[in-house]
């Protein structure tokens, strides 16, 4: 936990942390009874018991932003599948085939669905007689060397009261860009992305695949807050790994109630078939970091399978909230005075003259004022920088959350100024400028390759000249299957000596 570098303020404000943790001393031991050994989670990575062993269900981070490039529009981020490695074949990482995914639009406050898009997922394989995802180079997104692929449909609901009054299939069988193998088999991983993003009536766009993680944050939070005397940040813990992505652009007069009440609430669930054949909801996110870090365990699954109507029950949890008393215990900064009505507008109501509905209803939501244009040159604090396109009205992929919510938990609104941080400022990968935005998967093959097979002679040296780097010249097809057959010919002569040797010793007197 660092502090940011916006004023002088903020310099000083790090020196007394580091000061007042050395002088704690001890502290940190007697912190290690109040932090929970189950509570290690991410911003909705496996942030509840169950859903941490339900990964194709679990959502990770919900984004929701006026599009920067078409501000007549919103977009709709929701991401799944938490900690992807891009490497994790044979089986990569694909949407369940027995869930619905969906966005949910509250649009007049009242703590109710008005509008729900649903996508649904079919995984499709070609040939079952073959280990492979891909059994050859994919160049796009129907070539027969993609073995598995799948495809979604999405579905419009109109709601009033909490009942489906409107329903309407918005795309049919549109195709999910793959898990990006690697640099071999999907040469132009890129052009597979751009092939996946699919045009909806009235301007709308779609686009479900693999994506890089765009949360960016020091998760060895969890380690006694950092490690207990802050030696432990500034490394992006999920730098490297990718998330499964649904994105969705609508023009913005589709989602909102009128142009006199542009603000929307936005969540997303994931509801799974049971072995009875009806769907059960199993995850729900609307802001970061509410069901990791406000929730306390024995209320985190209760949540994910709750809607945001009945959000009552987990109002103390915001109003008394546990983060504050475990900065105080290990780092010695006083906890702002409770209740906390502040993180009530902020994670309940949305912000009064920024992203507050009329007439709302207390609901964990992600608030958006549609009306507010996107920011020329975006600050990472979002509305604490003076910047209210950015958190919490709404989430973009710059924000940086982690410290805008460190800030607020520890008073920023209500007096108490600090500057708290994970010295983890912005994602490793740079961000698109058009949709879907995200940056495209890290592949599976990142690394680097062995010596010898770019210009050295080591490999070459122990498995002979059949070794050619992909796409070399020199030895063709035929050659290599000569050179491939003459090494299964000496492999089979080295099999007949070694027998031939075994029975020699089998026959020997001692």
Same mark, same amino acid.
């Given at each position: 936990?660092?502090?940011?570098?916006?004023?002088?303020?903020?310099?000083?404000?790090?020196?007394?942390?580091?000061?007042?943790?050395?002088?704690?001393?001890?502290?940190?031991?007697?912190?290690?009874?109040?932090?929970?050994?189950?509570?290690?989670?991410?911003?909705?990575?496996?942030?509840?018991?169950?859903?941490?062993? /339900?990964?194709?269900?679990?959502?990770? @981070? +919900?984004?929701?932003?006026?599009?920067?490039?078409?501000?007549?529009?919103?977009?709709?981020?929701?991401?799944? &599948?938490?900690?992807?490695?891009?490497?994790?074949?044979?089986?990569?990482?694909?949407?369940?085939?027995?869930?619905?995914?969906?966005?949910?639009?509250?649009?007049?406050?009242?703590? /109710?669905?008005?509008?729900?898009?649903?996508?649904?997922?079919?995984?499709?394989?070609?040939?079952?007689?073959?280990?492979?995802?891909?059994?050859?180079?994919?160049?796009?997104?129907?070539?027969?060397?993609?073995? &598995?692929?799948?495809?979604?449909? &999405?579905?419009?609901?109109?709601?009033?009261?909490?009942?489906?009054?409107?329903?309407?299939?918005?795309?049919?069988?549109?195709?999910?860009?793959?898990?990006?193998?690697?640099?071999?088999?999907?040469?132009?991983?890129?052009?597979?992305?751009?092939?996946?993003?699919?045009?909806?009536?009235?301007?709308?766009?779609?686009?479900?695949?693999?994506?890089? @993680?765009?949360?960016?944050?020091?998760?060895?939070?969890? @380690?006694?807050?950092?490690?207990?005397?802050?030696?432990?940040?500034?490394?992006?813990?999920?730098?490297?790994?990718?998330?499964?992505?649904?994105?969705?652009?609508?023009?913005?007069?589709?989602?909102?109630?009128?142009?006199? /009440?542009?603000?929307?609430?936005?969540?997303?669930?994931?509801?799974?078939?049971?072995?009875?054949?009806?769907?059960?909801?199993?995850?729900?996110?609307?802001?970061?970091?509410?069901?990791?870090?406000?929730?306390?365990?024995?209320?985190?699954?209760?949540?994910?399978?709750?809607?945001?109507?009945?959000?009552?029950?987990?109002?103390?949890?915001?109003?008394?909230?546990?983060?504050?008393?475990?900065?105080?215990?290990?780092?010695?900064?006083?906890?702002?005075?409770?209740?906390?009505?502040?993180?009530?507008?902020?994670?309940?109501?949305?912000?009064?003259?920024?992203?507050?509905?009329?007439?709302?209803?207390?609901?964990?939501? +992600?608030?958006?004022?549609?009306?507010?244009?996107?920011?020329?040159?975006?600050?990472?604090?979002?509305?604490?920088?003076?910047?209210?396109?950015?958190?919490?009205?709404?989430?973009?992929?710059?924000?940086?959350?982690?410290?805008?919510?460190?800030?607020?938990?520890?008073?920023?609104?209500?007096?108490?100024?600090?500057?708290?941080?994970?010295?983890?400022?912005?994602?490793?990968?740079?961000?698109?400028?058009?949709?879907?935005?995200?940056?495209?998967?890290?592949?599976?093959?990142?690394?680097?390759?062995?010596?010898?097979?770019?210009?050295?002679?080591?490999?070459?040296?122990?498995?002979?000249?059949?070794?050619?780097?992909?796409?070399?010249?020199?030895?063709?097809?035929?050659?290599? &299957?000569?050179?491939?057959?003459?090494?299964?010919?000496?492999?089979?002569?080295?099999?007949?000596?070694?027998?031939?040797?075994?029975?020699?010793?089998?026959?020997?007197?001692?």
């Amino acid at each position: 936990m660092t502090t940011d570098s916006r004023s002088s303020a903020g310099r000083r404000g790090i020196a007394t942390l580091i000061a007042g943790a050395l002088a704690a001393g001890g502290l940190a031991a007697a912190g290690v009874a109040t932090l929970e050994p189950g509570a290690a989670s991410a911003s909705s990575h496996r942030e509840a018991p169950l859903i941490s062993g /339900q990964p194709q269900y679990d959502n990770t @981070d +919900l984004y929701a932003f006026v599009s920067p490039d078409k501000p007549d529009t919103t977009t709709l981020i929701a991401n799944f &599948i938490p900690f992807e490695d891009p490497a994790g074949g044979p089986n990569f990482f694909q949407f369940a085939d027995d869930a619905q995914y969906d966005l949910h639009i509250d649009n007049n406050g009242d703590a /109710q669905d008005d509008l729900l898009l649903r996508y649904t997922f079919r995984t499709q394989t070609k040939n079952k007689k073959t280990f492979l995802y891909n059994t050859g180079v994919v160049s796009n997104l129907a070539d027969p060397d993609l073995n &598995i692929t799948q495809t979604y449909d &999405i579905e419009l609901v109109k709601l009033k009261h909490g009942k489906a009054v409107y329903r309407s299939k918005l795309a049919d069988d549109v195709p999910v860009a793959p898990s990006n193998v690697g640099k071999a088999s999907m040469p132009d991983y890129n052009k597979l992305r751009e092939q996946a993003i699919y045009k909806l009536p009235n301007g709308a766009q779609s686009f479900a695949g693999q994506a890089d @993680d765009p949360f960016f944050a020091d998760l060895r939070v969890f @380690d006694l807050l950092y490690g207990g005397n802050l030696s432990e940040v500034g490394r992006d813990t999920l730098k490297g790994y990718n998330v499964n992505s649904i994105a969705l652009q609508v023009p913005t007069d589709m989602i909102t109630e009128s142009s006199k /009440q542009p603000v929307v609430g936005i969540w997303s669930t994931v509801q799974r078939r049971n072995a009875q054949g009806y769907y059960e909801q199993v995850s729900r996110l609307g802001n970061p970091l509410v069901n990791e870090v406000v929730n306390p365990l024995k209320d985190k699954d209760r949540f994910n399978a709750s809607s945001p109507a009945y959000d009552g029950q987990f109002l103390k949890n915001v109003t008394n909230p546990e983060l504050p008393k475990l900065i105080e215990s290990i780092y010695k900064i006083k906890a702002p005075s409770e209740p906390r009505n502040d993180l009530v507008d902020v994670f309940l109501k949305g912000v009064k003259g920024l992203n507050q509905p009329p007439y709302v209803k207390p609901a964990e939501e +992600l608030r958006l004022n549609t009306s507010i244009k996107p920011a020329a040159s975006p600050k990472r604090l979002g509305v604490l920088d003076g910047d209210n396109a950015g958190f919490p009205n709404g989430r973009r992929l710059t924000d940086d959350v982690i410290d805008e919510a460190l800030q607020v938990v520890e008073g920023e609104l209500v007096g108490s100024k600090n500057d708290l941080g994970d010295a983890v400022d912005a994602n490793d990968k740079g961000f698109g400028k058009y949709f879907p935005y995200l940056a495209n998967p890290t592949a599976g093959s990142r690394g680097a390759t062995a010596k010898g097979v770019s210009g050295g002679s080591d490999v070459k040296n122990q498995l002979g000249d059949a070794l050619q780097p992909a796409g070399a010249g020199g030895m063709s097809n035929t050659s290599l &299957i000569a050179a491939s057959a003459g090494g299964g010919a000496a492999g089979i002569a080295l099999i007949g000596a070694g027998l031939m040797w075994w029975r020699r010793m089998r026959s020997r007197v001692y």
